[in-house]
C-alpha cells in the first residue's frame, strides 16, 4: 500500500493519506482497534495533561516514545506505530495546541515527518 508522503503539504494530509493507507491495508476494525487504545490510554492523557501543564510542546520523539510506552504497541510493526503516533499529535494538536498554540502548523508538520521517518525503519 502507499504510505508515501513526499506530496504531502501539511499535518493533516499526512494523516490521512497514512490513515487511508492503513485501513486499506489492515481494514477498518484493526484502524478502529487502534484509535480505541490511543482514546483511552493514560499514558496519552498524561502526556497531553503535562503539555498543557507545562505549557511545552511535546515534539516528533516524545509522542513516537510514549506511543512505545503503551504495551499494546510494543511490538507493534512500524505502519501500527505510526498511525498511533499520528493519532497522538492529532489529539495533542486538537486539545492543546489549539489552546495555547505552542506550535505552528508547520512544527506539527515537522513531528509528523519526523516519526513517519521513524516508522518507517520498521515496517513489515
Excluded at 65 to 94: C, H, K
Excluded at 98 to 108: D, G, K, M, Y
Aim: proline content about 2%; overall charge positive.
Amino acid at each position: 500500500m502507499n504510505y508515501d508522503i513526499s506530496d504531502c503539504g501539511s499535518s493533516y494530509e499526512i494523516m490521512a493519506r497514512v490513515f487511508t493507507a492503513y485501513a486499506y491495508e489492515f481494514g477498518e476494525r484493526k484502524f478502529n482497534e487502534v484509535c480505541s487504545k490511543i482514546e483511552s490510554s493514560k499514558k496519552v492523557a498524561s502526556l497531553l495533561e503535562a503539555s498543557m501543564i507545562q505549557r511545552k510542546p511535546v515534539g516528533g520523539l516524545g509522542f513516537l516514545s510514549r506511543v512505545n510506552e503503551i504495551p499494546y504497541f510494543f511490538f507493534s510493526r512500524g505502519q501500527t506505530q505510526l498511525v498511533a503516533t499520528l493519532l497522538v499529535i492529532r489529539m495533542w494538536d486538537r486539545q492543546v495546541n489549539a489552546r495555547l498554540n505552542l506550535c505552528s502548523a508547520n512544527e506539527i508538520y515537522a513531528d509528523c515527518r519526523y516519526v513517519y521517518h521513524e516508522s518507517m525503519r520498521t515496517f513489515g
